[in-house]
């Protein structure tokens, strides 16, 4: 009989000096840092899942505060969210506001009225995607040509070293210490992707609690080998 871990709750950490710059987001990171002198109203971060788009909103909503005196973090919201009753709303409470996982299939009116308003009364939006919103195909021509003049910059995939130091930090969320040796054969073995690294992390840590042992190779081939199958097992 196998015991089965308990879902705990982690909290990753999200804070600027969490941040881990490297050549693959030393721009997204340069350009959040960068508020208010932006080079536009308003700008968008897009990369692959779990790259740290989430965690640059982060820095940007406590920069504002910051420097604002803002008494509580701006707000986020899904594109998807965003509804025309609601857009005066946004404006009126939040000059400044974070609009995540923007897709084309979204209320286009919306969002027309959304940018407008914040480009024409002085606010500010912080854009995440996973593309470039000028390689989108939104419905409304109006919004489309709006979001393509957009400054966007594109966080790539991690470098050894950066995915090193990810897996790291992603341990270390889960009160969990690794020895050098171990990250270095994950690196060896791993897709290379911000998204993965995640995936692989949360794996070894439950089949290390289910087995009531310290994370080793051998827990890290067992976690791989795992993941994997689980890939094959969603193609048929």
Same mark, same amino acid.
């Given at each position: 009989m196998q015991q089965l871990p308990l879902e705990f709750p982690h909290l990753p950490c999200m804070g600027k000096e969490d941040f881990m710059v490297a050549?693959?987001?030393l721009e997204a990171a340069t350009?959040?840092?960068?508020?208010p002198n932006w080079p536009y109203?308003?700008?968008?971060?897009?990369?692959?899942?779990?790259?740290?788009?989430?965690?640059?909103a982060n820095v940007f909503s406590n920069t504002v505060s910051k420097l604002t005196n803002y008494p509580?973090?701006?707000p986020f919201i899904r594109a998807e969210q965003i509804e025309l009753e609601t857009v005066h709303k946004l404006f009126n409470q939040n000059k400044c506001l974070v609009v995540e996982d923007l897709i084309p299939e979204i209320n286009c009116e919306a969002l027309f009225?959304?940018?407008n308003l914040y480009r024409n009364e002085g606010?500010?939006?912080?854009?995440?995607?996973?593309t470039a919103p000028a390689r989108m195909n939104f419905k409304l021509p109006d919004l489309q040509s709006r979001l393509n003049i957009v400054t966007s910059v594109e966080? #790539? +995939?991690?470098?050894?070293?950066?995915?090193?130091s990810l897996l790291i930090k992603l341990f270390m969320d889960r009160q969990v210490m690794v020895n050098p040796e171990i990250i270095n054969y994950m690196v060896a073995n791993m897709q290379r992707s911000f998204a993965y690294a995640r995936k692989l992390v949360m794996e070894i840590d439950n089949i290390s609690l289910a087995k009531k042992r310290a994370v080793s190779v051998s827990i890290v #081939? +067992?976690?791989i080998a795992s993941l994997a199958a689980d890939t094959q097992g969603e193609l048929f």
């Open positions: 050549k693959c987001n350009l959040v840092e960068s508020w109203f308003a700008v968008c971060i897009y990369g692959s899942e779990g790259c740290g788009k989430t965690h640059l509580y973090k701006i009225h959304l940018y606010g500010n939006i912080l854009f995440t995607a996973s966080i #790539k +995939e991690p470098d050894d070293d950066l995915l090193s #081939k +067992e976690a």
